[in-house]
């Protein structure tokens, strides 16, 4: 219940004032609405696929997949010295231009 959690990202919920990044398994256990006790898996799975469906990817999504993959380290320097994380400019999807 102790073990500590350090969170990927943190939207800073309703009624909260400053960010909260780092918690543990029985802070999670007693306050997160999505995986408090007494919450069953067919509940979670419903409420993610609902929130989910309603929220657009993180807006650091890309940047933080590339750095995490390498276990926290920046992809090596370009021959001019520069490290780049590199995001698509092309959308997936044809609504995304709009």
């Known amino acids: 219940p102790q073990t500590r959690l350090w969170m990927c990202h ?3 919920a309703p009624g909260r004032d400053v960010f909260a990044w780092q918690s543990s398994v029985a802070e999670q256990r007693a ?3 999505h995986v408090k006790d007494g ?4 509940q979670f799975v419903e409420f993610r696929t609902k929130r989910d469906a309603t929220l657009a990817a993180p807006l650091l999504l890309l940047p933080s997949i590339q750095v995490n993959i390498r276990a926290g380290r920046f992809p090596p320097a370009e ?3 520069v490290r780049y994380l590199l995001v698509p400019v092309t959308p997936r999807r044809a609504d995304a231009l709009a």
């Open 31 to 33: 306050h997160n609405p």
């Open 39 to 42: 919450v069953t898996e067919d």
């Open 10 to 12: 943190d939207y800073k």
């Open 79 to 81: 021959s001019n010295g």
